[in-house]
């Protein structure tokens, strides 16, 4: 199994652009979510999403949309990029009934 | 807003000694987990400890849980250079409902020097 999959590693915006940042996993898990870490501030929820067609917000959710038209995907879109979205995003899983939640290795994104 | 808050921000040890890392958090939880993260990779899972446990090992990890002072420390014992990675606490807020909000304190950045 590859587990959680973040494309792409490394992406330069200008400012105004839009982008979809991907998320796939091969674990058949229902939970899915996206995190941003910047420096000093640890990880912070920006959506998460339950099962396919379910969507919700998390702790910094402005500046970004989500959708969940399968299990196994769940794209986040920037759709103006700002500098403040400057950030290493991370997209995690979770089984059913686990708690522990699976990480991908994360998009380094700058915004200018 | 951060639940989870870990102590100290940094902490450098020599091979064979062993780490400890605290975390404080404000509400009440389902359970707390530890994450290790290397530099420039994802977050992976460690240890979960619930709320109605006092302590749970896993090799080398010890990990305790305090509900009345809302705390919870790691103990590495033994550290190796390849412990070298930040440590992140994780809450899982008793908010009535399932558990899709996990929260992240800051982190420890753990040095292991050989």
């Known amino acids: 199994n590859a587990g959680v999959t973040q494309t792409p590693k490394f992406q330069v915006l200008k400012t105004g652009q839009s982008m979809t940042l991907q998320c796939a996993q091969d674990?058949?898990?229902?939970?899915m979510s996206w995190y941003r870490q910047d420096p000093g501030m640890g990880l912070r929820l920006i959506h998460y999403?339950?099962?396919?067609?379910?969507?919700d917000q998390g702790e910094v959710p402005n500046g970004y949309n989500v959708s969940r038209s399968t299990t196994e995907d769940f794209p986040l879109r920037l759709l103006s990029a700002a500098p403040s979205q400057t950030s290493v995003y991370f997209c995690?899983?979770?089984?059913?009934?686990?708690?522990?939640?699976?990480f991908g290795s994360g998009t380094q994104l700058s915004v200018l | 807003s951060q639940q989870g808050e870990e102590d100290p921000q940094a902490l450098s040890i020599q091979e064979g000694e062993n780490a400890t890392m605290n975390c404080s958090y404000k509400?009440?939880?389902?359970?707390l987990q530890w994450y290790r993260q290397n530099s420039g990779r994802g977050l992976v899972h460690l240890i979960l400890?619930?709320?109605?446990?006092r302590e749970k090992h896993s090799g080398r990890l010890r990990v305790t849980l305090d509900t009345s002072k809302k705390s919870s420390s790691l103990l590495i014992t033994a550290s190796r250079a390849a412990d070298t990675a930040s440590y992140f606490c994780a809450t899982d807020p008793n908010s009535g409902g399932s558990n899709y909000k996990l929260t992240f304190g800051k982190g420890t950045l753990l040095t292991v020097n050989p």
């Open positions: 674990m058949n898990h229902e939970y």
């Open positions: 400890i619930r709320s109605n446990e």
């Open positions: 509400t009440s939880i389902n359970n």
């Open positions: 999403s339950v099962g396919a067609g379910i969507t």
């Open positions: 995690a899983s979770r089984g059913d009934y686990g708690e522990k939640l699976f």
